[in-house]
């Protein structure tokens, strides 16, 4: 009987392959609120979450506790607001429809009341582009536009923690912590220096792929390895202008 190929089992998506839930603290989201509701809460601590990059900031709202991620400028005691007509500044929560455009915003939510999904790595922000008709327009980090309902609500500010890339890891047993509580495959082995049975391009003396490492986007699994739907591969050639 043969043998599924490293792809495969990760596709499945077995224990062994997922984050570690050790040190996880709870969801960072923000409280309920109910329509036209305000709240004002308090930094009681800043916290590090095991697996993630932007430090947690404890918050108290009317006896409630809520993580959520901490922006720049955050400190132990300080105030947020979240609501409708709350404050414009920083570190408060309102809705994008109150939000004016060429704003830094961070933590935004997807839906509404989903507490907030996009936009929660370390340094990163999004960019309050326009308000439309259909709703309002906002580029993210990668620099792909999304269209949000106004009433979905965002954090004013940039999401502490950047420049965290900017230390290097020294040694290879850090590395392998950060990517076990990452949930990453650490250390990654060329596919053409694995035997044959586990992976597509292994096998053979010499390690050479021996065919198309380019694969399409619905391309079955274990054999969806390499290239996967890629635009244009190879050497980049420069035409010469004809005189």
């Known amino acids: 009987m043969g043998k599924r190929t490293l792809v495969r089992r990760r596709g ?78 920083p570190n408060n929560i309102l809705p994008l429809e109150s939000i004016p455009d060429g704003t830094l915003i961070c933590n935004l939510e997807k839906n509404i009341g989903d507490g907030g999904k996009l936009v929660k790595s370390a340094g990163s922000s999004a960019i309050v582009f326009s308000h439309t008709s259909q709703g309002v327009s906002i580029k993210l980090p990668s620099g792909k536009f999304t269209t949000l309902n106004p009433r979905c609500k965002a954090m004013i500010g940039v999401i502490s923690g950047a420049g965290r890339k900017e230390k290097p890891f020294l040694k290879a047993g850090n590395k392998q912590k950060y990517m076990t509580a990452h ?39 274990g054999r969806k390895v390499g290239n996967i739907a890629p635009r244009k591969t190879g050497r980049a050639r420069v035409k010469q202008k004809k005189e």
């Open 183 to 221: 949930g990453k495959l650490y250390p990654k082995v060329r596919g053409i220096a694995q035997a044959a049975v586990y992976h597509p391009h292994g096998g053979g003396r010499h390690q050479h792929v021996g065919r198309q490492s380019s694969v399409g986007r619905t391309t079955p699994p």
């Open 12 to 89: 499945r998506g077995g224990k062994q392959f997922q984050a570690i839930k050790t040190g996880k603290i709870v969801p960072a989201k923000y409280p309920n609120l109910q329509s036209s509701e305000q709240k004002v809460g308090s930094i009681v601590d800043i916290v590090h979450e095991r697996g993630r990059d932007a430090p947690l900031a404890k918050v108290e709202f009317d006896k409630e506790i809520s993580y959520v991620p901490a922006p720049d400028g955050l400190e132990v005691g300080g105030k947020i607001q979240i609501g409708d007509n709350v404050e414009f500044k």
